[in-house]
């Protein structure tokens, strides 16, 4: 018999998925897949010649910067625009593969159609249309899940809009007690937006929502959140940390007022790390 249970002993893959399943209604109609869509520029070449930078390629830029060669992408039916933008990842130093997914009722069931190819892992997961910084923010969660064996990592976010957000409730001792999925009202102040876990939490939400599919067998299944997946690895006493950014912010560019928010604070933010590297 094969033991698929995780066994952390055998783990030295760390890998990346980035969740592409999504619609993008709230910004339609675009040219290209939301993911895809160019924000800001970057340097290209020994002449530093500018590019435009798509936004989900700053998430694979600081993934890559945390030592991570393989991603996945998870795509719905219809976005080839992506692997035809991203190939194999070499432009990235990376080697990327994309999986599909035909229907999606929430971001776990998509990232539960990689878990064949994860199920013996590190994940390092991002949502590929949200800005972030710092960049050695995902070098900075894995240090911690291997300084502490925890079952999850998060890196939380202060956000001045809860509704948008899922808020997170800590404990005295860092570790994650409560997560809010977009309350209406809220005095928490940090948001999660990266994560890092280990196969403990990738076989428990597997088996979660293979019982989840079992239980509603015949009967629509409503939209799933991720926050309500990690709420009940929580309640099964996983333990779950968090690593709180108090000086950076995260940036959706899910809608409109985001998405020109995105492009100009990246456009300034650029233009003074340009001004600063041509003062020294």
Not at 35 to 50: K, T
Not at 151 to 173: C, R, T, Y
Request: hydrophobic residues 40%; negative net charge.
């Amino acid at each position: 018999m094969i033991d698929d249970s995780p066994n952390l002993e055998r783990h030295h893959d760390v890998i990346g998925l980035l969740p592409a399943g999504g619609q993008a209604t709230r910004l339609a109609p675009l040219p290209c897949s939301k993911e895809l869509y160019p924000i800001g520029f970057r340097q290209v070449g020994e002449s530093g010649e500018l590019r435009p930078q798509v936004v989900s390629h700053y998430l694979l830029e600081k993934m890559r910067l945390a030592g991570i060669t393989k991603a996945y992408f998870i795509l719905r039916d219809g976005k080839w625009d992506l692997p035809a933008y991203f190939g194999d990842g070499a432009d990235l130093n990376m080697r990327l593969a994309y999986l599909t997914i035909r229907l999606s009722s929430g971001v776990p069931y998509t990232l539960d159609q990689a878990y064949p190819f994860v199920q013996h892992a590190i994940v390092v997961f991002g949502f590929p249309d949200i800005l972030f910084q710092p960049r050695d923010a995902f070098v900075r969660l894995l240090n911690r899940q291997s300084e502490t064996n925890a079952d999850m990592v998060f890196g939380l976010f202060p956000v001045a809009q809860p509704h948008k957000w899922d808020m997170v409730e800590l404990n005295s001792d860092g570790r994650i007690s409560r997560i809010f999925v977009k309350p209406s009202q809220s005095d928490l102040q940090y948001t999660w937006i990266i994560a890092v876990w280990t196969p403990v939490f990738s076989h428990f939400m597997h088996e979660y929502l293979a019982k989840l599919k079992t239980h509603n067998k015949g009967s629509e299944q409503r939209e799933l959140f991720m926050s309500e997946i990690i709420q009940q690895a929580i309640d099964h006493d996983l333990n779950v940390e968090g690593i709180r950014f108090p000086q950076h912010h995260c940036l959706d560019i899910g809608t409109p007022e985001d998405l020109v928010k995105a492009v100009r604070d990246t456009l300034i933010l650029q233009q003074k790390e340009n001004c600063n590297k041509k003062s020294l």
